[in-house]
């Protein structure tokens, strides 16, 4: 179940944060377990006390994935338009994770601050991700200006609370047919992403759920098969929801059936 | 002059480059990159850009992101 994006041609529809991890070692053979290709990355001011980027890098190399620079910790478009560049210089991809903070406590996208970044973006040649609400307008306006994918969260990142707002979801997906959504943020757990993958979204970014599990690996395991399962419900089409019973063994001529309602 | 090394004060000749400052710095090994008083200083430029008294400079290195 191939699919391409950003000009890629990915096999998993499965991506992956790197943070939050118990160890280095955990994070990698998590990550691998995941089957991902798409590996999410942050970057931070070197602490004059600290070293420790080159071998967070070095770990992330030896993986062989698609790298996600982000913009973590941007709360303008500014901020974010230089952290996009620092990111392109080391990591040298042109993709970014466009993330631009309005709010503190809910970690929501500023979605006039993510625009105006994006559309900077887009001109100075960076395939933009932005992390965005599931707001149409706000979505369809950022695939406007160039946005080649949209992630849109399904609830508040770290929270684990699964399609808080599912009609939401389902009308952006009806509404953007034709650009790939990938939901980020906001899935605690398997099942939230099968629900995702069986409204027909195009893949989910995973990190809080999975690094934060009793064991991130076998839980990465049960991500890749919940992923898995829940696009191949979408593609078979799952049945119409009914009001009432409908039995599935055929009652006429069963030796009881009265044939009275 | 002083000059702000990832938001540490130090000491620098008066006619030194981002560059120099560079070249003293420990932390500028590895992939890094920089930023002068919050703006991305592409790595072409080092060697060209003057310092000014009260400049901050950061350097800033990958990490964990989700």
Request: proline share 7%; charged share 15%; aromatic share 8%.
């Amino acid at each position: 179940m191939d699919f391409s994006i950003a000009g890629s041609t990915l096999s998993s529809r499965l991506w992956i944060g790197s943070a939050l991890y118990p160890s280095p070692a955990i994070m990698q053979q998590a990550i691998r377990a995941s089957g991902a290709q798409v590996v999410t990355v942050a970057l931070k001011r070197q602490s004059p006390s600290r070293q420790g980027g080159q071998s967070f890098w070095a770990t992330i190399q030896e993986l062989g994935c698609h790298v996600l620079p982000n913009t973590a910790g941007c709360r303008l478009a500014e901020d974010a338009v230089n952290t996009a560049e620092m990111s392109r210089e080391i990591f040298g991809t042109s993709w970014i994770k466009l993330e631009v903070i309005g709010d503190d406590y809910t970690l929501q996208p500023h979605p006039f601050e993510l625009l105006k970044a994006a559309t900077e973006l887009v001109k100075r040649g960076f395939t933009v991700f932005p992390y965005c609400t599931e707001d149409l307008i706000l979505c369809q306006k950022l695939r406007d200006v160039g946005c080649p994918v949209l992630m849109p969260w399904c609830a508040p990142i770290g929270s684990g609370q699964g399609l808080v707002n599912a009609f939401a979801l389902k009308t952006l997906r009806a509404r953007i047919p034709d650009v790939p959504l990938i939901i980020d943020a906001g899935i605690g757990k398997p099942s939230h992403a099968v629900e995702a993958m069986e409204l027909g979204f195009d893949g989910v970014l995973i990190n809080s759920a999975i690094a934060l599990a009793h064991d991130p690996i076998e839980m990465a395991r049960a991500f890749s098969q919940a992923v898995d399962a829940g696009r191949r419900a979408f593609l078979a089409g799952t049945m119409p929801p009914r009001n009432f019973a409908q039995p599935s063994t055929p009652l006429l001529e069963t030796p009881f059936w009265s044939g009275k309602e | 002059m002083k000059i702000f090394l990832n938001g540490l004060p130090q000491d620098f000749e008066v006619t030194a480059t981002v560059q120099d400052a560079l070249a003293v710095c420990e932390q500028a090994v590895g992939p890094f990159a920089v930023a002068l008083n919050r703006e991305f200083l592409p790595r072409s430029l080092f060697a060209h850009t003057p310092l000014q008294e009260g400049d901050h400079l950061d350097l800033v290195v990958p990490m964990q992101g989700g």
